[in-house]
Every structure is written in C-alpha cells, then in structure tokens.
C-alpha cells in the first residue's frame, strides 16, 4: 500500500475555492563539482584582493609610513597578477607631481625600471618559465594626500607555480623601501608576509 502511493499519479485536489491542480515535479539541480567550487572560490578571493576600495575609504593609511611599500599578488592556475604600491619619496625621491625637468626624468627613470624589472622585483623559480609584464606604472597624487607610486604586472608561466617558493629584489631594486607587506592569493593558499630588505619568501 505504501509503495502505492508512493508512486501514484498526484491529483488534482478540491477546496471551497474549487479544483486546485496538483503540485508540477521540480527537476533536479545539478551540484557543480567540488573541484568547480575550488576553482570559483579562488577566483573571488583575488578579484576581490584587487577591488578597488569602497567609496570614501582611504587607501593612503599604509604608505606614510615611509619605507614600506605594499604588494598583492594573486596567481590563479599558470597565470596572475599583482599590483606594488610605494611611496614616491622612497621609489624617486620626491611625492609630489614632477615640477621641474630634472624631476621629470628622475621619474622617467624610476617608471622605466619598474616596467622593465617586474621578473627581478618578484621572483619565481626560474624552471617555472614565468614573464611578469607591466601593465601600468603611474603615480597617484589626490590633493592634501602624499602621492604614491603604482605598478600593476601581469604573470604567464609555462608551469603552475603553486608549490614552488616567491621571493622578492624590490628593496634591491628601490634601496628607499626597507620593508615590503606582501599579501598572496592563489587556488591553493592565502597568506601574508612583511618581508625586509629582500629576505623572506611566500609559496602559493
């Protein structure tokens, strides 16, 4: 009896209101693989380590600390991001927008080594087979505000390099930064370090 009304047709059923047709059978949702949830879980956590901060919030509490730059790098599969931020008295010497000729090339020269050396500035295992290319490098100048230095970089390589050790060349690069607060977002790991003066590494 049991098995029979388990299985059996629904009806249409009567109320003061008159025939109310029987309930339709929803289909089944497909779950996504865990593997999928992983991935997607990953892909949130950098997207959001790069938003942009909310409306009204500061982003400049960090950098009047001088001598202390901050990067966030984020690797998702065999590709990645990152982004440098630094004062501009420690990367060329001066925070405000260039006023003379001998500033504008100052900062010319700093701009050009941060494009060229983004691989020197974040070091992956060089059997990885990773090209850091630079997106943008400006300087972020707001009024009342001390300007800042930012350099964003694209990451390609040939072998995923969760696992395998980061390390840095930013102070060798820019001896006016002593201290680097590093923040690390991958598929499989999300830490953070303060490294100084080039010593100390992170594994995504």
Known sequence: MVTRLLHAPLLARRTRHGLVPPPQPQPARRRP???????????????????????????????????????????????????????????????????????????????????????????????????????????DTKPGAHGEVVATYQIACRVAPQGKPVRFGISAAFPGIDRVAVQLVSDTAQSGATISRDRGQLVP
Do not use: N, Y
């Open 33 to 139: 693989p865990m593997a999928m949830l992983a991935g997607m879980s990953a892909a949130v956590a950098i997207a959001s380590a790069f938003a942009p901060a909310p409306a009204g919030a500061s982003s400049h509490a960090w950098q009047h600390v001088h001598g202390q730059a901050r990067l966030m790098l984020g690797v998702e599969g065999k590709t990645g991001q990152a982004e440098l931020r630094a004062a501009g008295d420690d990367v060329f010497g001066f925070e405000h927008a260039p006023r003379t000729a001998s500033e504008r090339d100052v900062q010319a020269k700093a701009f050009g080594r941060l494009r060229a050396s983004g691989a020197q500035l974040i070091r992956f295992d060089p059997a990885l087979g990773c090209t850091i290319s630079a997106r943008d490098v400006r300087m």
